[in-house]
């Protein structure tokens, strides 16, 4: 099932080509997009990395929902500390997905490079402002927005989605709902609301619990080589990511090393549909929402 025309492009090459190509999907999403295409060529393959990787994989993930949300949140407040300390998480952790492949991490970083992560963990934290989120939840007094029906990576399942139209447009048991931060608060219980308003304060919230657990997994890394050569076969595969923009499902079919089938679900694909159904204080949905259009038409 192809939803993106980029998708067409993967047939027939070798499977380790997609993960390099889907980097390159959405400069928001660089390490979410391959790390769910390496997961899911991974399970078609019944590969089981090293803990090393699993954990290093995370961390570069953290950094670009760190990354993502400030840059989300920059039309409303200054963010641009916590960008670029979600950048360097990300870059020193994934250079830019690079390390990210099939059967692991290919690079594990330095006890030099592990202290910095750990700084620049403990230097985010004093960028978080919960004087954005009192603003925030005054002016959800003022502007009335909707509650919104939520999805999760935990809630996800690829049976229960329906996709139609051009562009696509995803629902999930016949519903609008939103793939993002706010969903993954929500279940977390750190948020009990499901305003549109609630995405920015859990943006924040998720930034703040980001560069802790960070910090956290850091103290768990051990340097050793984060590599397992994977064994070939045929298969299907999937695996589910959570990124800035909500989850990312990949999944693949492959034949003799290469791609015979690739199917790519995003956040975008469920949240534009309950972006364009909001009609009340719209102008104001669209800033929240600050929705990716040029990776939702691919």
């Known amino acids: 099932m192809r939803i993106r025309g980029f998708e067409s492009s993967l047939m027939e090459k070798p499977y380790e ?28 393959f ?12 995370k961390i570069a993930n953290l950094g670009e929902i760190i990354e993502g949300n400030a840059i989300k949140l920059r039309p409303f407040r200054d963010t641009e500390e916590l960008i670029e300390i979600g950048e360097k998480i990300k870059l020193i952790a994934g250079k830019k997905a690079k390390y990210i492949v099939v059967g692991g991490v290919s690079k594990n970083i330095s006890e030099k490079r592990k202290e910095k992560l750990k700084e620049l963990a403990k230097e985010g934290l004093n960028y ?34 329906e996709v139609n139209g051009f562009p696509k447009n995803a629902l999930f048991y016949k519903r609008a709902v939103y793939s993002g931060p706010l969903s993954r608060m929500y279940e977390k219980g750190v948020i009990n609301s499901k305003n549109t308003w609630d995405i920015l304060i859990a943006r924040e919230l998720e930034m703040e619990m980001a560069l802790k657990e960070v910090f956290e997994l850091l103290n768990k890394l051990t340097l050793t080589y984060p590599y ?9 595969g999937k695996a589910i990511v959570e990124s800035p923009e909500g989850l990312v499902y990949h999944e693949v079919v492959i034949k003799n090393g290469r791609i015979d089938d690739y199917t790519i679900i995003n956040g975008e694909h469920f949240n534009k549909v309950v972006l364009d159904r909001i009609e009340e204080n719209k ?16």
């Open 17 to 44: 080509f997609a993960p390099v190509a889907l980097a390159r999907l959405c400069c928001n999403t660089e390490v979410s997009n391959a790390l769910a295409s390496v997961m899911a060529i991974e399970d078609a």
């Open 46 to 57: 019944k590969v089981s990395v090293p803990k090393e990787a699993i954990i290093l994989r």
């Open 128 to 161: 978080i402002s919960r004087e954005f989120i009192e603003m925030v939840n005054e002016r959800k007094k003022k502007i009335p927005l909707p509650d919104l029906n939520l999805v999760s990576a935990n809630s996800f399942s690829i049976e229960d989605v």
């Open 228 to 236: 397992i050569e994977p064994t070939v076969n045929d298969g299907k």
């Open 283 to 298: 102008e104001e949905a669209e800033r929240i929402f600050g929705f990716c259009e040029r990776c939702y038409y691919l």
